[in-house]
């Protein structure tokens, strides 16, 4: 293999997903360090905390009571960072000056929620077995589902639902007041990654912009699909890695996940759907309880791996929720995780200084990454102890 | 002014050095805050550190004894992220394979420079009166220089100099071994920004290929020049910034310093060269002493804002060390500060989640940023307690 020699020296590595590069130095894992440390995580806390404002039956921020929900609970976030009315913008048409050139603005509305992943405080999706980490993906695509346009492709995989989406107990999921572009499904793990409430949750942004990333992402996956004949870029990326082996982490029939040939973060990975699946609503029951096994098993290596509750950002790219056939069919359901920790609980990476000025740079190769996920499957460290 | 009203609704801002979009959410500033924090900073250092690196007539990881400098010192990164000489990697040819299409990869060398900013252990640029941030800019300049394409129209502004390039006394600037593509300067400050030391210091990392972040932007600076008819977007922009005023931070006759527009850490700054400047070559005695006095300008307000010595990474982006003669005349030399502290010493913004996934977000806006920038001038705070 003529890629065995990356592993010792500094290298770019291409994204096509992205069309980006990454500067790859194997050999600076040796570099001492004794910058910031992360505190470890703390594993001790109640099931039910009386001041945290997700725990069933507590009371939030603006007054509301959540209901005693048992699995998941969804509602409209507090702190919303996109409103669904607000005044108009109008930007001042083109007049060749300076300013209407360089100074560019446009109006986002949107709706933003959360979602409780489940009632008890002190878990954590790594602590969940599969079978429970199910109530997730279902809120998921049911929230997902009653965004979609009704006239977009996508729709016709839906599954006809009552007049109003069910939902668990409890949630709320209104219909949205205006067709919204994008979907962002994400969750932020970890003091370490901004997250300020330990009660296991994530996120889900809508508006009517389509954001920067999924918008290269999928000008990529369009482009791939027109030179290569109706290919999928991260079908066949899954089919050679599946095939390859050595960056591969997990796989059962429906996913692929492993650290992904263009990785940044020391233990980056990606789950990727092996058939073409543009979005949630085209998930069967198979390949949901896949998802779920997937999720369980990325989230337990990675507290194995340090043993700690391992920090990270994870979400889920897929199928804008109104857009051209071409958009909708080169959509390819996929999920990230971005964890920050690079040699032991406490000490992480820093993408700062040149990774923000001038380019991404990882110290271990992602073969390495992978090997090590892959060889910290099996109960999770804590259930030893 | 019908921006005016940006500042209650959210909205996307466009970024036309990078061709990319933020969200501003600025009514979001009054979410309660319950997360990690940062420990305010130390300042109570020796002048001197006797187990410091970076101390002069102190030894270094791999044994070498720095000299016994008085202003500046220039030394080869003992853990660089790019070697000059490693074995060769050759891409397999595109056979048609999924592998060599979606399994790229390319070799980089380059050499990686620590610069000291002062021998004295205890300072930071914020504490440093701007004719002693002067050597440092006349270093960064010769560093440079010596490593500039003797062919590149660059060259021509470049003072010839003495045999070796000269140096202040102790500096190690060799002739490199071949013509590298791009030069990074940039300095990590502060441990929440990954530094590990607080001896006030950058890096220079130069490589064989061009960054992603330069590429990026020197596409969009070339496209700019081509539409515009030879005007170059960031002369254009500081002219029009520095007449607005409402996100000019400071100024002087050689530089507009303020929030941009379309920045996405809460204090972002850029410092753009009011006149079409290339790079540090073209940079001339009065200019560089504005330089100088911006750079004090700018990190004497941030250590104020907050009263702590305040985190950032900056960085320069200027021409290339060879290029076409259209990338280099497309160049503009400016610096980004990218700071991460939110609302005080200890709370910072964290670009997770959402950010990773879909799009940098932030929420106070520009405008108010620069406003408390423009208004926490004057003596630093430590020097009047
Ligand atoms: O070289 P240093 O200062 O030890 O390391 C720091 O800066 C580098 C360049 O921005 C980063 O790659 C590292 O993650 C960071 O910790
Ligand atoms: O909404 P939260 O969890 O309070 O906030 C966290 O996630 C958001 C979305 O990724 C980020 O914008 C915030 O910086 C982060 O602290």
Redesign the pocket.
């Given at each position: 293999m003529p890629e065995a020699i990356l592993d010792d020296i500094s290298h770019r590595r291409y994204n096509p997903l992205r069309a980006s590069w990454v500067l790859v130095s194997p050999h600076r894992t040796k570099r001492p360090w004794q910058g910031q440390q992360e505190a470890a995580s703390r594993i001790e806390l109640p099931s039910h905390d009386p001041t945290c404002y997700l725990c069933p039956g507590n009371k939030r921020a603006q007054g509301d009571v959540n209901p005693k929900y048992d699995s998941t609970f969804v509602f409209v976030?507090d702190?919303s960072?996109v409103k669904e009315q607000q005044e108009e913008y109008k930007q001042p048409d083109q007049d060749g000056s300076l300013a209407t050139r360089l100074l560019r603005a446009e109006s986002t509305t949107g709706k933003c929620y959360v979602i409780t992943f489940s009632p008890e405080h002190n878990v954590t999706l790594a602590d969940m077995p599969a079978p429970t980490i199910m109530p997730v993906i279902d809120t998921w695509t049911k929230i997902y589902t009653s965004h979609i346009d009704p006239h977009s492709p996508l729709s016709r995989a839906a599954k006809p639902t009552t007049s109003s989406p069910s939902a668990p107990n409890g949630n709320i999921i209104e219909q949205p007041r205006q067709q919204y572009r994008y979907m962002q499904i994400?969750e932020?793990k970890g003091s370490a990654m901004?997250?300020?409430n330990p009660h296991p949750h994530g996120?889900i942004w809508t508006t009517t912009s389509l954001p920067e990333e999924p918008e290269v992402e999928l000008d990529n996956l369009k482009k791939y699909r027109r030179e290569q004949g109706g290919c999928n870029l991260l079908e066949d990326y899954a089919k050679l890695e599946s095939e390859k082996g050595d960056r591969t982490v997990f796989e059962n029939s429906s996913f692929w996940a492993g650290v992904p040939w263009w990785g940044t973060w020391p233990f980056e990975m990606m789950v990727v759907a092996k058939e073409h699946k543009r979005a949630l609503v085209d998930l069967n029951q198979q390949n949901k309880e896949d998802l779920a096994e997937v999720m369980a098993e990325i989230t337990r290596r990675y507290d194995n791996l340090f043993e700690t509750s391992f920090p990270y950002?994870m979400g889920i790219h897929q199928a804008p929720l109104t857009g051209t056939d071409e958009e909708i069919e080169a959509s390819h359901f996929h999920m990230h995780f971005y964890p920050p920790l690079l040699r032991s609980a406490t000490v992480r990476k820093f993408l700062v200084g040149y990774e923000m000025m001038a380019e991404p740079q990882r110290d271990i190769t992602p073969e390495q990454a992978a090997k090590r996920l892959r060889d910290c499957g099996g109960e999770l460290y804590r259930r030893k102890l």
């Amino acid at each position: 293999m003529p890629e065995a020699i990356l592993d010792d020296i500094s290298h770019r590595r291409y994204n096509p997903l992205r069309a980006s590069w990454v500067l790859v130095s194997p050999h600076r894992t040796k570099r001492p360090w004794q910058g910031q440390q992360e505190a470890a995580s703390r594993i001790e806390l109640p099931s039910h905390d009386p001041t945290c404002y997700l725990c069933p039956g507590n009371k939030r921020a603006q007054g509301d009571v959540n209901p005693k929900y048992d699995s998941t609970f969804v509602f409209v976030n507090d702190y919303s960072a996109v409103k669904e009315q607000q005044e108009e913008y109008k930007q001042p048409d083109q007049d060749g000056s300076l300013a209407t050139r360089l100074l560019r603005a446009e109006s986002t509305t949107g709706k933003c929620y959360v979602i409780t992943f489940s009632p008890e405080h002190n878990v954590t999706l790594a602590d969940m077995p599969a079978p429970t980490i199910m109530p997730v993906i279902d809120t998921w695509t049911k929230i997902y589902t009653s965004h979609i346009d009704p006239h977009s492709p996508l729709s016709r995989a839906a599954k006809p639902t009552t007049s109003s989406p069910s939902a668990p107990n409890g949630n709320i999921i209104e219909q949205p007041r205006q067709q919204y572009r994008y979907m962002q499904i994400f969750e932020n793990k970890g003091s370490a990654m901004g997250c300020s409430n330990p009660h296991p949750h994530g996120q889900i942004w809508t508006t009517t912009s389509l954001p920067e990333e999924p918008e290269v992402e999928l000008d990529n996956l369009k482009k791939y699909r027109r030179e290569q004949g109706g290919c999928n870029l991260l079908e066949d990326y899954a089919k050679l890695e599946s095939e390859k082996g050595d960056r591969t982490v997990f796989e059962n029939s429906s996913f692929w996940a492993g650290v992904p040939w263009w990785g940044t973060w020391p233990f980056e990975m990606m789950v990727v759907a092996k058939e073409h699946k543009r979005a949630l609503v085209d998930l069967n029951q198979q390949n949901k309880e896949d998802l779920a096994e997937v999720m369980a098993e990325i989230t337990r290596r990675y507290d194995n791996l340090f043993e700690t509750s391992f920090p990270y950002s994870m979400g889920i790219h897929q199928a804008p929720l109104t857009g051209t056939d071409e958009e909708i069919e080169a959509s390819h359901f996929h999920m990230h995780f971005y964890p920050p920790l690079l040699r032991s609980a406490t000490v992480r990476k820093f993408l700062v200084g040149y990774e923000m000025m001038a380019e991404p740079q990882r110290d271990i190769t992602p073969e390495q990454a992978a090997k090590r996920l892959r060889d910290c499957g099996g109960e999770l460290y804590r259930r030893k102890l």
